[in-house]
Every structure is written in C-alpha cells, then in structure tokens.
C-alpha cells in the first residue's frame, strides 16, 4: 500500500536482503513513494509490515528499500537469505 492511499496492489517479493526487495507487480508505485508491504515471512505464523520506498521501477515490478526493521523481521530475512 501506498502511504496516504487506500488502495493495495499485489506483488511478488523477489530478490529479497535487510535492504529491501523487488517487487514483481503489475503496477508498480512511482518513484520515491512511501510504501508500508504486508509479507509473509518463511519462519513466522504472522504476517509483517514493512515500510520502505520505492527507489526505481520499470514495467513489471519496482525495487523498495526498507526503513527501520525490527529485530524480528531483521532475523527471518537474514535467515531467509541464508538459503
């Protein structure tokens, strides 16, 4: 979702680090938007938001880098990585 906006789009998290992650979507945000993405982690029965920005785009999908992330989500990704 799009900060400030009430719609939600549908993605496919691709290429995901503690830094961020593209996104394979068929509407990608513009440049610079404030995004919060709802995610299901490997490792985790809930779902987690993060909060990032969206640093570039192209048709198809777009790349987010994330903000502050807690610990927890820092450790799933970390370990997702691993793999």
């Known amino acids: 979702m799009i900060k400030g906006k009430t719609e939600d789009f549908a993605g496919t998290a691709r290429d995901i680090s503690v830094g961020g992650m593209f996104i394979e979507t068929a ?4 440049f610079g938007s404030e995004v919060v993405l709802t995610v299901s982690l490997p490792g985790s029965a809930e779902k987690s938001q ?5 640093r570039w785009g192209r048709p198809g999908g ?3 880098q994330f903000g502050l992330l807690g610990a927890k989500e820092t450790h799933l990704i970390t370990e997702l990585s691993r793999t």
């Open 27 to 30: 509407t990608p945000a513009p």
């Open 50 to 54: 993060l909060a990032g920005r969206v």
């Open 62 to 64: 777009m790349g987010v």
